[in-house]
Structure formats: structure tokens, C-alpha cells
């Protein structure tokens, strides 16, 4: 498939790189680009050879939010019925891990992408922010809730009321980010990541993915039960006796994603 805003690669170590081109308005997120986001990740999803997903913009922005220009005549009608951010609710659906490599600007949507992503490596230079207050609006695409569950109410609170952009290393510190790497590396750093996720059990992956993410939505004792079955249903598969019988015989398993 053919993208306008998009770059889509695939390494033959398993994983793709979905890279956000729009660098002369900083990534900004219109509704063609997010169509195509969400187009692409749902074909990787579906793709046996791909097993982890890498998004990522350029140096100078990963996206610096939704776009402005779009939407900035839009009535509370128009926007209701092109209800754009439902959209971005496809993103959370996708069961493959999915890495975010962040450098320069993240903020609003481009910071709710980020949060949408499972894992977080930035680079020195990410600035991370959800300045939507400066515009006479607030987050729309999951920013009050995704930040407060990250990093709690009142660091959140302070980041949605003043719209003030953190660095990469106050995001490290408050949970936000998993690494933060020198610029030149950060790319290679999330690769290196997604090729060692590509290189596990895929169905444990999922499972897992899935079983984290019910924590957001559950409560302890529905979301224990939920870990539970999953970590059961996993004694169905062929690469679970393959796993523990690799472990006693001393040699690396071969997985086959059944
Ligand atoms: N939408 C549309 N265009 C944008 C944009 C956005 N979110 N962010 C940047 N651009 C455009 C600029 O208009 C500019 O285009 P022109 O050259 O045609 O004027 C180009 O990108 C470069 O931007 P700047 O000249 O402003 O670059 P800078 O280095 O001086 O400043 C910046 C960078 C601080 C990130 C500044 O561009 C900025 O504040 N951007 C807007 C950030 C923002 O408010 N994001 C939230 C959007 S609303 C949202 O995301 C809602 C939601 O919850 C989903």
C-alpha cells in the first residue's frame, strides 16, 4: 500500500519501522496520517514475519500534536461527526508490541501517540509536553487519563494546566520513558529493543501485552484472574513445552508461534 504521510520498512529480524513523515509541520497529526497509521499498524498486526512494531517521527519531532490548521475553524458538530480520535483507539488495539522512539518534540497528540506506544526510548533532546491549554483547548486523544495513570496527579495536573514541555530526563524520572539515549542512538536503541521482543514467543508476547495492559482497566483481583488464565492457556502451546524442555536440556528453544 501506497502512504502519503508514512514510511513503512520491515527488517528481516522481525520488526517494522512505521515512521511519521510530515517534517515540514513537525508531524503534525491530520486525519490522513493518522488513517494511515492506524492502516499500517493493523497490516503489521496481521503480518506473520513482524512480531514488534517501532514508531517513530525524526530528530527535530516525533509529532508536535494534532493538526492545528485542520481543525481550528471546526465546529463542535464537525468535530463530533468527524469524531477524529476514536480513531486513535484502533492504535490500542493492536496485540504486537509497539516501541516508540522519540526524539525532539512529543506533544499533545504527538505525546498521547507516544503514551499509546508500549514501551519509550527517547532521545537527550525529546521534549515532552501537553501544551493544548496555550491553543484554548485540552487533551482529546487520551492525554488526561494515559499521563495521570503514568505519572500520577499532580506531576500530570502541572503538565495538562500550564501545556509546560519536560525534558527527556524528568521524563525518565517520572516513568514516562523507558531509556533515554544520545541522539544518534536512540533510533538504533529501540531497533535493537523490537528485534529482541521479535526474537521471544510471540504467543507469551501477546498474552503478556495483553495481560499489562488489563492492569489500566481492571481491578487487582479481575486483573490477577485474567493474568492467570492467560499465563495457563500458554501451557497449550508447543512453544511452552519447547521453552522449559530447552531450559533442561541446556540449549536455546526454537520458537514456532504455536
Ligand atoms: N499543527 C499544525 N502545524 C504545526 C503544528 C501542529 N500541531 N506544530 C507545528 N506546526 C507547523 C507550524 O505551523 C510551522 O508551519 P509553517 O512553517 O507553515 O508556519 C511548522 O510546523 C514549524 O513549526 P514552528 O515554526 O512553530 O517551529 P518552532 O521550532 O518555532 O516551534 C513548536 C516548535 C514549539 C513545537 C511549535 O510548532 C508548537 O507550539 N506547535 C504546536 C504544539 C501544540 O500545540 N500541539 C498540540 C496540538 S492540539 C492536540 O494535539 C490535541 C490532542 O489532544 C490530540
Known amino acids: 500500500m501506497d502512504y502519503q504521510f508514512i514510511l513503512v520498512s520491515k527488517d528481516p529480524a522481525g520488526f517494522a519501522v512505521v515512521q511519521l513523515n ?49 481543525m481550528s475553524d471546526a465546529s463542535a458538530v464537525e468535530m463530533l461527526q ?101 541522539v544518534e542512538f536512540y533510533l538504533e536503541e529501540a531497533k535493537a529493543l523490537a528485534k529482541n521482543i521479535a526474537q521471544k514467543p510471540p504467543l507469551a508476547v501477546r498474552l503478556a501485552k495483553e495481560s499489562v495492559l488489563k492492569a489500566f482497566d481492571t481491578t487487582i483481583e479481575g486483573g490477577l484472574e485474567f493474568e492467570r488464565k492467560n499465563f495457563y492457556l500458554l501451557f497449550a502451546s508447543e512453544d511452552q513445552k519447547e521453552g522449559m524442555k530447552a531450559f533442561t536440556e541446556k540449549r536455546n528453544a526454537q520458537w514456532k508461534g504455536k
Open 22 to 70: 510530515r517534517p515540514e509541520v513537525l508531524n503534525a497529526i491530520n486525519i490522513k496520517l493518522m488513517e494511515e497509521l492506524v492502516a499500517a499498524l493493523e497490516a503489521l498486526d496481521s503480518d506473520q514475519d513482524i512480531r514488534c512494531i517501532v514508531i517513530t517521527g525524526n530528530e527535530k519531532a516525533f509529532a508536535a500534536g494534532a493538526d492545528i490548521k485542520e
Open 82 to 182: 468527524r469524531d477524529q480520535f476514536a480513531r486513535w483507539d484502533r492504535i490500542r488495539k493492536v496485540k504486537k508490541p509497539i516501541v516508540a522512539a522519540v526524539s525532539g518534540f512529543a506533544l499533545g497528540g504527538g505525546c498521547e501517540l507516544m503514551m499509546t506506544c508500549d514501551i519509550v526510548i527517547a532521545s537527550e533532546t525529546a521534549r515532552i509536553g501537553q501544551p493544548e491549554i496555550n491553543i484554548g483547548v485540552m487533551p482529546g486523544a487520551g492525554g488526561t487519563q494515559r499521563l495521570t495513570r503514568a505519572v500520577g496527579k499532580v506531576k500530570a495536573m502541572e503538565m495538562v494546566l500550564t501545556g509546560t514541555m519536560i525534558t527527556a530526563q524528568e521524563a525518565l524520572q517520572w516513568g514516562l520513558v523507558n531509556k533515554v539515549m544520545p
